[in-house]
């Protein structure tokens, strides 16, 4: 049994690794100001020119063939990155720090059997066997989710509840369409109760209505990423050091 003060110890090594993704090279993410000020914002050109230098660095990192170290060029000296570069960052901080079991992917929701992938890519921590370009269901404590661009760091379990919850509107599904209404909206349940001739059909309207909605992740494995190269990264780049890391280690009882 994992006790509160347990998670916290738990978490602090992941959340370290968050806070140095985010400290070591600062720089602005455009899928970022994209939600926090629109699309156009207050200067369209502004805004135009940052999208244009971003594609550029993307461009870059694909035909490089070394995402790792363009990535790192991408965020120390081109002062940008979203998501993926966050993602992908965290990975190699934290497997220069000797947390071998850390991987990037892409995460969906899946609603009834329908998956949607909400074109997000986050770090994530597992015990569980991991293969590339396969879709998992992790649960509760079975992962840590470290999601920098977000600024958050969690089990995957409050992850997900923080996603559908308070940061629902970040990935702009705001609406019914991917993530169902939710049993502990009063409003929306009072309503689906006064629609309902009895309780037999207000409890099958509220499973149509609030469906099982789960999160889904597919890994990307660079498997260029080896030891070789994590040590010529480390000898590099010393600055990506955590003096004193402890691993994260996950205990699933």
């Known amino acids: 049994m994992i006790t509160f003060e347990g998670n916290r110890n738990l978490l602090k090594p992941a959340k370290l690794l968050e806070t140095k993704t ?13 939600v926090q000020i629109g699309y156009l914002g207050k200067d369209p050109n502004f805004f135009t ?23 790192i060029y991408t965020l120390s000296e081109g002062k940008i990155g979203n998501c993926t570069e966050d993602a992908m960052f965290t ?42 370009s396969k879709k998992y269901y992790l649960k509760n404590k079975e992962a840590v989710i470290i999601d920098p661009w977000l600024g958050v760091t969690d089990f995957v ?6 996603l559908k ?18 049993s502990n909206d009063k409003i929306a349940m009072e309503l689906l109760r006064a ?20 999160l889904s992740i597919i890994p990307f494995i660079d498997k260029s990423l080896n030891a070789e ?14 003096k004193n890391f402890k691993k994260v280690e996950l205990k699933n009882d």
């Open 165 to 182: 919850s308070i940061y629902r509107k970040t990935f702009m599904y705001t609406n019914n369409d991917l993530f169902g209404t939710f």
């Open 22 to 34: 985010r400290n070591t090279y600062p720089h602005i993410s455009t899928s970022k100001l994209r």
């Open 91 to 132: 990975e190699l901080i934290g497997k220069i720090n000797g947390q071998k079991n850390i991987y990037t992917g892409s995460i969906g929701i899946d609603n009834n059997g329908k998956g949607k992938f909400l074109d997000h890519v986050i770090a994530f921590i597992t015990d569980k066997p991991v293969e590339g």
């Open 49 to 71: 020119n940052l999208k244009r230098d971003y594609s550029v660095l993307r461009k870059m990192i694909k035909e490089s063939g070394d995402y790792y170290s363009s990535i």
């Open 195 to 214: 629609e309902s001739k009895n309780p037999k059909e207000f409890k099958a309207k509220k499973k149509e209505f609030c469906p099982k909605v789960t």
């Open 229 to 242: 190269k994590i040590d010529e990264l480390k000898t590099f780049f010393p600055e990506l050091i955590i």
């Open 157 to 162: 379990g409050n992850y997900f509840t923080k």
